[in-house]
Nanobody
């Protein structure tokens, strides 16, 4: 049974930092493209960042480029999202995603709220 469990969300002040974690189980983590998405109320999920399964190449949304870093630890079956210089408009539910071909799995999401 595939499971993706996110953690690390919460309340942070504008300009602050957060690191999200996503622990995977029940699948061959190292063979999956891993990504972080976010969803604003009433909107579709949008890509924040992704990291490939083999050489770990990364891709970032323009809106987050320079402020986030995605990384993975295949030994721990975990993917991370380091977010810096957070803005109020980054407030959203952040979801972990594992993808291999037509196989797509989602975590339950973690709320990130940027507010003073």
């Amino acid at each position: 049974q595939v499971q993706l469990v996110e953690s690390g969300g919460g309340l942070v002040q504008p300009g602050g930092s957060l690191t999200l974690s996503c622990a995977g189980s029940g699948f061959s983590f190292r063979n999956y493209l891993m990504g972080w998405y976010r969803q604003f109320p009433g909107k579709e999920r949008e890509l924040v960042a992704s990291i490939s399964s083999t050489i770990g190449s990364t891709n970032y949304a323009d809106s987050m480029k320079g402020r986030v870093t995605i990384s993975r630890d295949n030994a721990k079956n975990t993917v991370y999202l380091q977010m810096n210089s957070l803005k109020r408009e980054d407030t959203a539910v952040y979801y972990c995603n594992a993808r291999r071909g037509a196989l797509i799995n989602w975590g339950q999401g973690t709320q990130v709220t940027v507010s003073s």
